[in-house]
């Protein structure tokens, strides 16, 4: 079993930064791929970044270049650097585990961009 646990969340001002951490524990062994979603209001969740376990990462492309995606070497920890803050981020971020036969989500930590 696989657990995921989200940390960091919270109110901040347009144009601010936010770190969101994610302990990984548990059976980790063969963990494909790591990384973040969120889901606003009324809308579908959507990829926000990933990082592979050779380190490749990818970003949607409306977080490219604000947010930083990144893992500890031994990949139980996850973060998740976002900068430059839009009311548009706001969305419940959830970590994500991708392992050859199933995924892993944590609970959710909800991020407000808002004045």
């Known amino acids: 079993q696989v657990q995921l646990v989200e940390s960091g969340g919270g109110l901040v001002q347009p144009g601010g930064s936010l770190r969101l951490s994610c302990a990984v524990s548990g059976s980790i062994f063969n963990n494909n791929l790591m990384g973040w979603y969120r889901q606003a209001p009324g809308k579908e969740r959507e990829l926000v970044a990933v990082i592979s376990r050779d380190g490749s990462t990818n970003y949607a492309g409306s977080v490219k270049g604000r947010f930083t995606v990144s893992r500890n070497n031994a990949w139980t920890t996850v973060s998740l650097q976002m900068s430059t803050l839009k009311p548009d981020d706001t969305a419940v971020y959830y970590c994500?585990?991708?392992?050859?036969?199933?995924?892993?989500w944590g609970q959710g930590t909800q991020v407000t961009v808002s004045s």
């Open positions: 994500y585990a991708a392992f050859p036969n199933r995924d892993y």
